[in-house]
Every structure is written in C-alpha cells, then in structure tokens.
C-alpha cells in the first residue's frame, strides 16, 4: 500500500524551527519528485518547495525563500522540511507529496500523484 506519512509538526514560537519529517512506504522514492505544501484556514493550498528525483536540485517559494530547506535521504526514504524563523503566517498544515518524475526539476503544482495526510504547524507566542 503507498503512503506518504508526516511528522514533526506542533506549536513553536515565532523565530522557532520545526523539522518536518515525510515518510513513504509501499514505493522507493528513487525515481520520484516530492513536493511539501500547506494550507492555511479559509486560503488555497500553496506549493512551498519541491525537490527533484535525480541530483536533489530544491525549488522554494518565495514566501520560505532563505528559511527553508529540504533535503531527502533516499536510504532512508525520507524526505524533510527543515523551517526556520518561523512567522505567525506559517501556520498551516503541511502536505508532503510524490509524482513519479526523474530528473533534474519538480513541480509546485498539483501535479502529485500520493498525498500524505499532513500535520499541523502553528507558529503563535
């Protein structure tokens, strides 16, 4: 059975760091683009980084752009979100997904074809 399955989410101060952790079974990630999203209460889900299958090139929103940083360990086949300087407006639940794609780039896009069931972030003093 494929399953994509988050973890490390919870409540963190503003200026805090959480680190998502994305877990798949039931597929190896070798040949696969994942992509981290969220959405917030009452907005659209938004695309927040991609990293492509092939030499683990990272694409970033421009919203996370410098506080963000994800990384995948295909032994492990893991994927993580590493957040930093955490803002109120971060608050979301966050996705990780999988689309079968090889190469050097990734979509931010709903072009996915696995979804995780997401983990909640809130960042609140």
């Known amino acids: 059975q494929v399953q994509l399955v988050e973890s490390g989410g919870g409540l963190v101060q503003p200026g805090g760091s959480l680190r998502l952790s994305c877990a798949a079974s039931?597929?190896?990630?070798?040949?696969?683009?994942i992509g981290w999203f969220r959405q917030a209460p009452g907005k659209e889900r938004e695309g927040v980084s991609c990293i492509s299958s092939d030499d683990g090139r990272t694409y970033y929103a421009d919203s996370v752009k410098g506080r963000f940083t994800m990384s995948r360990d295909n032994a492990k086949n893991t994927v993580y979100l590493q957040m930093s300087s955490l803002k109120p407006e971060d608050t979301a639940v966050y996705y990780c997904?999988?689309?079968?794609?090889?190469?050097?780039?990734?979509?931010?896009?709903?072009?996915?074809?696995?979804w995780g069931q997401g983990t909640q972030v809130t960042v609140s003093s």
């Open positions: 997904a999988a689309v079968h794609l090889y190469g050097s780039s990734c979509p931010l896009g709903p072009a996915y074809d696995y």
């Open positions: 039931g597929f190896t990630l070798d040949y696969y683009a």
